[in-house]
């Protein structure tokens, strides 16, 4: 437990009926004019006290305006939990915002705005997010459409209303969370006579969507516009973001119909006032079809609108236009979203377009995407393949042209096509292994493919392709009497085991075994060539 000291001896105890809250509340004056709040809890509320309490004294660490914590007290014979602050002198901003310029309103209303974003700023040790907001906040808002619609209240636009919030849910899940004070209006917050602020009422405090904090700004609102005006200057330290805005007639459009859930429940004294409320939603929002609730105005005319002598009218004009310049800047966006987006899908549509034709293109070519691309004869090459031309075997038959991607592809003619061009091929394998406890080797096949229209194709890079070193292999070939080269003994091995393959399936079904002809029943001599 908390423990602390009180000065002076208690004078007298009033009992506060203030509140819709079911805790009891009293102001405790001393004999030497010390003044304290004693808040009384059921003791089975003790870890949620504990939890104020612990909070109050992070608040008065970081410099936030809250209620200085004195003790937390415990009984157990009566089964309460006393929770004992400072007093905060001053009165609520319900009852003395409406006294004040609309200066000093708007100055106030930033004061909020600061306040409520450091304590949203604020990281307590030992606090997590709640993981399950994004289902939390869904079945919240279903509940609470559906107790609004058993509670038999109803006020105009109340369709709109629903409506907005089972079609805008996914605009709350995944929102980012932090601390938040939970009940963030009017009659929990205090005006000194020096026009600084203290929040109370702490009971409510936990974490969630940090936006979610300005549900009650219709209460703001409704008393002072231009305090409203300020919270959301001195949040954002600025105009807030324009998603902000969807996001904010959200959580007011939940607020409107749970405030008159729990009025008829619990608070009927206030109930038509919460039902005035929503009506004012409804109407600021313009059944929501308005980004901008109807008495917002930016900070580069708050100024101006402020410290003019106009008339109330000329004030209502003022935020009117601001309005429209704001709608004006939604459409604007609006329509360059939309534009942008056409223009993707025009260009998606262009390329799937496209890509399709190259496919068929592809289907119908002489070629395939894996074919070699041969290009011509690089300027390093150029003057040796100028100087081996003529001695260069190009006995490979090749097809070469335009593939449908543009390049120049290459390839080794198959079965009967007819060739248009032929090459000369330069091949090496070479066996690699890969190191370690557990070595394997692999094959790695360097190829160079030199064309009779002089293009050439490079597999691999490999070092004898280095021009200074392969004028080194062709003065050695030529010198050596150009032998055949490794692909082309390859090839022939291949050939010749072919030829003793065809052969000797020749030999077991009959035919001749030097063309594969059918040999004479009588003579036993090939029909074809005449051998015996």
């Known amino acids: 437990m908390v423990t602390g000291s009180y000065d002076g001896i208690i004078g007298n105890v009033e009992m506060l009926e203030n509140g819709t809250s079911d805790d009891k509340k009293y102001k405790v004056n001393t004999s030497n004019g010390s003044k304290y709040l004693i ?40 089964r309460k939990v006393y929770l004992v602050l400072e007093w905060c002198d001053g009165a609520d901003a319900f009852a003395i915002i409406p006294t004040l310029t609309k200066v000093e309103q708007y100055n106030l209303g930033v004061q909020s705005g600061r306040i409520l974003q450091k304590i949203h700023s604020l990281q307590i040790p030992g606090q997590d997010e709640d993981v399950h907001w994004a289902n939390k906040i869904t079945n919240q808002t279903r509940e609470r459409i559906q107790q609004y619609k058993e509670s038999g209240y109803r006020f105009d636009g109340d369709e709109a209303v629903i409506q907005y919030l089972e079609e805008n849910i996914m605009l709350v899940k995944g929102r980012p969370q932090s601390l938040r004070h939970g009940d963030y209006h009017f009659g929990n917050i205090i005006v000194s006579k020096e026009m600084s602020l203290t929040i109370i009422d702490w009971n409510s405090c936990g974490y969630g969507d940090p936006w979610e904090e300005f549900q009650q700004m219709a209460w703001f609102a409704a008393a002072s516009p231009f305090f409203a005006i300020g919270q959301l200057h001195g949040y954002f330290n600025g105009d807030p973001p324009i998603e902000f805005f969807p996001i904010l007639a959200f959580y007011m459009a939940s607020c409107a119909i749970s405030s008159i859930v729990y009025a008829g429940r619990k608070a009927k004294q206030i109930l038509e006032y919460m039902i005035l409320r929503g009506k004012d939603t409804v109407m600021w929002f313009e059944c929501f079809r308005s980004l901008y609730p109807n008495w917002y105005i930016t900070q580069e005319r708050i100024n101006k609108i402020l410290l003019s002598t106009d008339t109330k009218e000329d004030t209502a004009m003022s935020i009117e236009d601001d309005v429209k310049a704001l709608q004006e800047e939604r459409e604007k966006k ?199």
């Open 39 to 78: 808040c009384m809890y059921d003791s089975i509320n003790i870890e949620r006290v504990k939890k104020v309490a612990a909070l109050l004294k992070i608040l008065d660490t970081e410099g936030i305006p809250a209620q200085k914590l004195v003790d937390l007290i415990a009984s157990e014979s009566i």
């Open 334 to 532: 609006k329509r360059e979203a939309e534009k942008t987006a056409a223009e993707a899908k025009r260009k998606a549509i262009e390329e799937k377009a496209r890509r399709q034709a190259l496919e068929k293109a592809w289907n119908e070519s002489k070629f395939t995407s894996t074919d070699p691309v041969a290009v011509p004869c690089p300027t390093e090459y150029k003057n040796l393949i100028d100087e081996v031309y003529d001695y260069l075997r190009f006995s490979v038959p090749m097809i070469f042209g335009q593939a449908p991607d543009g390049t120049m592809r290459v390839r080794i003619v198959k079965g009967k096509e007819t060739p248009n061009c032929s090459g000369f091929i330069l091949e090496y394998t070479e066996e690699n292994w890969t190191g370690g406890k557990d070595s394997q080797s692999y094959v790695v096949t360097y190829t160079m493919w030199i064309l009779n229209n002089k293009h050439i194709y490079v597999s691999n890079q490999y070092e004898l392709f280095d021009p200074i070193n392969l004028r080194k292999w062709f003065v050695s070939w030529i010198a050596d009497g150009t032998p055949k080269t490794e692909w082309e003994e390859k090839m022939e091995r291949e050939r010749e085991g072919e030829k003793k393959e065809t052969i000797k399936r020749w030999k077991e079904q009959g035919l001749c075994t030097y063309c594969g002809g059918e040999r004479s029943f009588w003579s036993g001599k090939c029909k074809q060539c005449g051998r015996g």
